[in-house]
């Protein structure tokens, strides 16, 4: 995390301590604008996670804020109890390899365990 | 000089890679945001090499990003199969 006195900072840095999975994406995760976003966010939605969405279209300053705040180039981020998780190469291969279940268990993040073997059993 | 060879050029030197494949799969992303006519927008790397070993996925990633420097913000898409 870099230390900055940018203002997009503070409030980023509140919804990802306020919201225990949270994916800053490219639209909204009911209507995606980018594959890449649509993809991270249609694996929690099909493992039935509870997460929060923010559309960096939305906001300029939150677009560019969020690159830096992670000191990560890329849209989506994912965040799991305040901690940067990764990005969509990251997630995709966390959620074949299992290390994403483990993750979700280990900070009581609920999430169907079947679907998510389901994607494994797709794709393996 | 091609963005892809930039890449490549850039990993080659940072990372003496045992394994280095660099795409550029604009192409498929016709349509999508951030194409661009005559492609370099969206790149898929794939990366072995000894200096991944034991650092974490997050770590692997930003050491890339790092070796790239000022390309990753002038493309739109950069797909990352990176491993030791």
């Known amino acids: 995390m870099t230390e900055t006195t940018n203002p997009a900072h503070a409030k980023i840095d509140e919804t990802v301590k306020a919201n225990t999975v949270v994916l800053f994406m490219k639209g909204t995760k009911e209507m995606p604008q980018c594959g890449f976003s649509s993809r991270v966010a249609g694996v929690l939605n099909y493992m039935g996670v509870d997460f929060s969405d923010v559309n960096v279209l939305a906001d300029d300053g939150l677009r560019q804020g969020i690159k830096d705040y992670s000191d990560w180039p890329t849209i989506p981020q994912l965040y799991v109890k305040g901690e940067f998780v990764g990005g969509c190469d990251i997630i995709t291969e966390m959620t074949l390899s299992g290390e994403l279940d483990t993750l979700f268990d280990d900070n009581g993040v609920g999430y169907d365990k079947d679907a998510a073997n389901k994607i494994r059993e797709a794709n393996g | ?84």
């Open chain 2, 1 to 84: 000089m091609s963005m892809t060879d930039k890449i490549r050029d850039r990993l080659e030197t940072a990372f003496s890679p045992t394994e280095l494949e660099v795409v550029d799969d604009s192409e498929s992303h016709r349509g999508h945001a951030g194409y661009q006519e005559g492609g370099e927008s969206h790149f898929n790397v794939r990366i072995r090499a000894a200096e991944f070993a034991g650092r974490s996925r997050v770590a692997r990633h930003r050491a890339v990003h790092a070796a790239l420097g000022d390309i990753v913000p002038r493309i739109h898409a950069l797909a990352l199969d990176i491993d030791s």
